[in-house]
């Protein structure tokens, strides 16, 4: 009888604590010997890809996958990645084993760090990234450098780290939305694949680990909205990156929320200091500073130049640090020579609103073809007494000339949240254009929001992910080939 009892209770804690029979929970256990492919089976379809090299698993050449022979629902996964250059791989969790194919069950783990794709099939998807569910876009770790990546599950919720700095996390609905074809990517149990991509991509693997949890005895992790993630999910599926590039700390937000905020919400943040005369940051020495606090946060570091002696104030080198740099134009000195600030009542003069607006034109085309930024935010705000005018004073020649101008020095045209700008005429002229696009909020508290006007402009204007911005690689930043221009005429 108590043997009886005995083997119910092991078999009851296995059931429960969803780990592979021969893994102790909360134990680690090594997965790979270093000299053979010992407890992995290779798929069938070029098997050659995959192989073992100075300790290491290569994944190297024709798509193919290498199953581990183990059955997990809790754990803790654990590897050491190298990723050569352009190189693209990836970790499916709660798979099975497949002869060809991408495996249809589970999710798949991103690791690229510097793979672009093409311009017809960009692949912004980075490392960390939970493959068409939640995708991030900023790389946290470099080529030709060993990281470790973490994985961890506990019943419907996926928290993936690297470097020991949680990047990515998501919580599974119930009932998620899939895609056709896609009804078994979501969580249940079972194994851990890696994969070899294409011929051009080389990724290692060494120390390999995983770890048996014991789960949250079936309580699953609450969804708060599930029609903001089924949104969330349809965009990354698209391959749309969710990003959000214009986020200041301010009104008592800080780093530590956004972070929060954006593995929640699925949005990526962009995070932007004020730099100008006047603002937080003010030459080189608290450019650095400010680099340094944020430097390795799982967001983008964007640059706000602020007014147009920003030129006079850091050096092309220092600039070259952020990720991307931004502007706009409100702050501008009219044909009278007053320095206007149009989000300021009492700094701002409107003689004659033709007049007004001949000079605002004017200084747009002034600003982006000679500074060297990458988008133009806060695009078409005008003064308040002028904004119930707006359709009115936005007249289509006007837009026509802001559009040439940005389609010429490739700058990017913000889709605002706050300021709900610029409207859709102006932004399917864009998209006619060429001109790529970015969403901002620009936000003056610490509610965020969920990017409600750019994403109704994304549907109406009907913009894809090529039309979206792209951050350029550091050969290629207007900064370093324009440099920075002795002053902006015009």
Not at 6 to 22: E, K, P, R
Not at 274 to 281: A, E, K, M, R, S
Request: aromatic share 10%.
């Amino acid at each position: 009888m108590n043997l009886k009892k005995s083997f119910l209770g092991l078999i009851t804690v296995l059931v429960l604590s969803g780990c592979s029979t021969n893994t102790p929970v909360g134990q680690w256990q090594s997965m790979f010997d270093g000299e053979s492919l010992t407890g992995w089976k290779k798929a069938a379809e070029n098997p050659e890809s995959i192989s073992v090299e100075d300790g290491m698993l290569k994944c190297s050449g024709e798509r193919s996958h290498l199953f581990y022979k183990g059955d997990f629902k809790n754990f803790e996964f654990e590897a050491e990645i190298k990723a050569k250059e352009h190189s693209n791989s990836g970790v499916f969790i709660h798979t099975e084993y497949q002869d060809e194919g991408w495996p249809a069950k589970g999710y798949e783990i991103q690791v690229n760090n510097s793979y672009r794709g093409s311009a017809d099939h960009p692949e912004r998807r980075k490392t960390a990234s939970i493959y068409n569910i939640r995708n991030i876009y900023f790389p946290l770790a470099e080529d030709n450098e060993w990281f470790t990546m973490r994985i961890k599950v506990v019943e419907n919720f996926v928290e993936i780290f690297v470097n020991d700095v949680k990047v990515n996390e998501y919580t599974e609905p119930e009932n998620p939305w899939r895609w056709e074809g896609g009804e078994n990517t979501k969580l249940s149990r079972g194994t851990i694949a890696l994969q070899a991509h294409d011929p051009g991509s080389t990724v290692y693997f060494r120390n390999l680990r995983i770890k048996s949890l014991p789960g949250g005895g079936g309580e699953r992790k609450k969804v708060e909205d599930q029609t903001w993630d089924n949104k969330v999910t349809k965009l990354m599926r698209a391959g749309f990156p969710l990003v959000d590039y214009h986020v200041h700390l301010k009104g008592g937000l800080t780093l530590e929320d956004c972070v929060a905020n954006s593995q929640k919400a699925g949005i990526n943040y962009g995070i932007a200091p004020n730099c100008g005369l006047h603002f937080p940051v003010t030459d080189d020495e608290s450019l650095y500073a400010y680099m340094k606090e944020v430097q390795g946060s799982p967001t983008f570091k964007g640059m706000q130049a602020e007014g147009r002696e920003w030129i006079t104030l850091f050096s092309p080198e220092a600039v070259a640090r952020f990720d991307y740099v931004f502007t706009d134009a409100m702050t501008f000195t009219d044909r009278k020579g007053r320095r206007n600030r149009i989000w300021i009542p009492e700094e701002v003069w409107v003689d004659d609103k033709q007049l007004f607006m001949d000079d605002l034109v004017a200084k747009i085309e002034a600003i982006f073809s000679q500074e060297p930024v990458d988008i133009y935010v806060n695009p078409t705000v005008l003064p308040t007494e002028l904004m119930s005018e707006y359709e009115e004073l936005w007249t289509t020649e006007r837009m026509k000339r802001v559009v040439k101008v940005l389609a010429e020095n490739n700058i990017a045209l913000e889709i605002n949240a706050r300021y709900k700008t610029p409207n859709a005429e102006m932004i399917k002229m864009a998209k006619a254009a060429g001109v790529k696009f970015t969403f901002g909020t620009n936000n003056v508290t610490r509610d965020l929001g969920k990017l409600d006007y750019c994403l109704l402009m994304l549907e109406e204007c009907q913009l894809t992910p090529n039309d979206m911005f792209e951050i350029k690689p550091d050969s290629l930043k207007s900064v370093l080939i324009k440099g920075l221009p002795d002053k902006i005429t015009g």
